[in-house]
């Protein structure tokens, strides 16, 4: 008897489960609410009643506050290509490194539940002071003109490595020698000259590659004329092109020690590049000597550094 009561018991709750698995329940997302009271606060280093740009620098620090921000984004100039970075904290520091007195369209992107977002902008006008060591403005121009190629006759002519403070080499890979002849060689054909105007004391960079300009797509080649909007690594025609430079403060902010001048080459507008043709228009000097120059770009995809070695040309 005993038996059977348990057995009638256990048919029971197995009976009691399976109308409660099969009980509808109701889910709800709650409300999806868009960041709201986004506010850019902009501290420009050494503003003073006197110095109401800052103190030649080029060094503002961002803080970023709001409601309902689950993460957030921030375009440092709206009037170049657009390039958001994460700002996981909503606070970091800027180097601006155009010379003379320039405004910048700041913007931030801020996410909220649901895929919901805000933006803001805001205008903001910095200083940016800056004398180059006069031996590199020499290495690079011979004070009146001088033609540099990339060196295919050595190892990581060519390279990529991490685009952070840390990492200062082509870590990820380094092209051999004469690493893309078969496939690219107007990487090697390729000639950037560069020029110092005595009578102004500004700079220009010619560039003349009759086969092509090394880089990838429109839109990752930082808006060179001509490159078609999609297409993978290669050589794409190119008519050359002209445009003055400056040499800034190297934004890259790597360490103290890292082996860099912590001087870089800027490139103005879009129609000239240095080696290959990326995103960005800055390009940082590692080593520069009279007869050999290193350099370092961020590179086309996001996270990435691009190295290049140049020699004068024979």
Known sequence: MKTKIKYILGVFFVLLLAIASCTEETYTLGDLTAPSNIVIDVEILGKTATLPNG??????????????????????????????????????????????????RVTVLAYGSGGTSTNVTKDITVRSDFTPNPAIVTNLTNNASKTWVVDKSVAGHFGVGPWNANSVTPEWWAASINEKVNCCNC???????????????TFSLTVASPDGAFTKTGALAGGLPGIPASGSEGCYAYAGGTSAFSFVPS????????PSTKVAIQLAGVNTYIG??????????????????????????TGNAWYLKLIPKP
């Not at 921000?69 to 921030?74: D, H």
């Not at 657009?82 to 996981?88: A, C, L, Y």
């Not at 934004?251 to 890292?258: C, E, G, L, N, P």
């Open 55 to 104: 103190d030649g620098s080029g060094d503002v620090k961002f803080n970023i506050t709001g409601d309902g921000i689950l993460g957030m984004k921030i375009d440092y100039d709206a009037n170049d290509a657009v390039n958001f970075v994460n700002i996981p904290t909503g606070k970091v520091t800027k180097k601006y490194t155009t010379l003379g007195l320039n405004t910048y």
């Open 187 to 201: 990487f090697y054909t390729a000639t950037f000259t560069f020029a110092k105007v005595a009578a102004t004391g």
């Open 251 to 258: 934004s890259t902010a790597v360490s103290a020690s890292a």
């Open 276 to 301: 290959y043709g990326a995103l960005q228009k800055e390009y940082e000097i590692m080593v520069s000597t009279p007869t050999y120059m290193y350099l370092r770009i961020q590179g086309t995809e």
